[in-house]
C-alpha cells in the first residue's frame, strides 16, 4: 500500500511562507505525487499534483526531486483561511486512481 | 458544474439500528469512492467502484456495511447494525476513469451513533 510520512502539525503566521514535506520511500517510477486540503466539515480538496522537479499553480508550488522520496508543498505568504489539514498521496498511474489518505498535517496559522 | 451531492447532511441513530447514505457523483465520473473518516483521522477508503463494479472493498466491514452503485452513476452505503465505533463523517468522491484524475468530494454524512 502507498505509505507517506508528513509532520503531524505545523504553526505559521499570516503572510509567512509554508513548506509541508512528504516522505515516500516506495514511490512506483510511474505514480504521481498529489496533494488535498480538507477544511473543517468539508471533504478534501485538490491542490496540486506532480511528477518530478516542480509545479506551480494559482494556489501552491509542489517541489520533487530527482530520486522522487520525497516532496514538498510549497503555500506562499500563506492567511488565516489556510488554515486546514494537508494530505500527500500517490495514485497509482495506469490502475484504478486509488486514493489512500494518510493522519495529514494539520496547519494553524496565526494572526 | 455541479459538484458531487451527498445526504443526508446529518444523521443521529441508536446503536443497532439501521441507516443509508445517498451519493450524487459528477456527471460523467466512471469512479466512484465510499470514505470514512472518524474525528481527528485522515479519511479511510472503505469501497471504490469503476461504473457499476467493485474494483477495492478490502478496508469495508462486509459483515455489517454494505455499498452498491447500481446503473454506474448513484450509489448508496448502508450500515446494519451500526455500532458507536461507526459514528464518524462519511464522505464521497468520484472522478473520471483511470490514471491520476483529480478526485472530487463531497460535503459528507456526519453519523452519530448512540
Known amino acids: 500500500l502507498a505509505k507517506t510520512t508528513q509532520p503531524i502539525s505545523m504553526d505559521s503566521y499570516e503572510g509567512q511562507e509554508v513548506n509541508i514535506t512528504c516522505s515516500h520511500n516506495n514511490i512506483a517510477t510511474n505514480d504521481y505525487i498529489t496533494w488535498y486540503q480538507q477544511f473543517p466539515s468539508q471533504g478534501p480538496r485538490f491542490i496540486i499534483q506532480g511528477y518530478k522537479t516542480k509545479v506551480t499553480n494559482e494556489v501552491a508550488s509542489l517541489f520533487i526531486p530527482a530520486d522522487r522520496k520525497s516532496s514538498t508543498l510549497s503555500l506562499p505568504r500563506v492567511s488565516l483561511s489556510d488554515t486546514a489539514v494537508y494530505y500527500c498521496l500517490f495514485p497509482a498511474s495506469g490502475g484504478y486512481n486509488k486514493l489512500i489518505f494518510g493522519a495529514g498535517t494539520r496547519l494553524a496559522v496565526h494572526p | 458544474e455541479a459538484g458531487v451531492a451527498q445526504s443526508p447532511r446529518y444523521k443521529i441513530i441508536e446503536k443497532r439500528q439501521s441507516v443509508a447514505f445517498w451519493c450524487n457523483p459528477i456527471s460523467g465520473h466512471a469512479t466512484l469512492y465510499w470514505y470514512q473518516q472518524i474525528l481527528g483521522q485522515g479519511p479511510k477508503l472503505l469501497i471504490q467502484?469503476?461504473?457499476?463494479?467493485?474494483?477495492?472493498d478490502s478496508q469495508l466491514p462486509k459483515d455489517r456495511f454494505s455499498a452498491e452503485r447500481l446503473k454506474g452513476v448513484d450509489s448508496t452505503l448502508k450500515i446494519q447494525p451500526a455500532k458507536l465505533e461507526d459514528s464518524a463523517v462519511y464522505l464521497c468522491?468520484?472522478?473520471?476513469?483511470?490514471?491520476?484524475?483529480?478526485?472530487?468530494f463531497g460535503q459528507g454524512t456526519r453519523l452519530t451513533v448512540v
Open positions: 468522491a468520484s472522478s473520471y476513469t483511470g490514471g491520476v484524475a483529480e478526485a472530487f
Open positions: 467502484f469503476q461504473n457499476n463494479g467493485v474494483v477495492d
